[in-house]
């Protein structure tokens, strides 16, 4: 990968690696709009302060807009779920790897 597509990747994940940023976006993922306290609710767990910084980069970033009824993933933002979209499928999967992995020894 060329150092301009590295620092692209490491620009994102930078972003998406933030606090609740992945959670804030998937919870958009629908596209229908949310006001700030149904997308706190939406998240789970998010402190205000939080939220509110966690859309402000959103926003910068293109991400995510704010309209008349609320947040909003714009279309760069659609784009990106759409390739991260297979985590759903995944995830599942994941689990039950899991649940199959011998425990460890807590005094090891």
């Keep these: ?57 959103l926003r910068e970033a293109q991400l995510v807009t704010h309209g008349s009824d609320g947040y909003v993933v714009t279309s760069v933002g659609q784009d990106l779920l759409k390739r991260i979209a297979d985590l759903q499928a995944f995830a599942p999967k994941w689990i039950a790897l899991q649940a199959r992995k011998p425990r460890q020894n807590s005094t090891s």
């Design 1 to 57: 990968m060329a150092s301009k597509e590295n620092a692209a990747v490491n620009q994102l994940l930078g972003l998406l690696e933030s606090r609740y940023a992945i959670r804030v976006l998937w919870a958009l993922r629908d596209g229908h709009a949310q006001t700030f306290r149904l997308l706190q609710d939406s998240v789970g767990g998010i402190t205000p302060n939080t939220l509110n910084t966690r859309l402000k980069e």
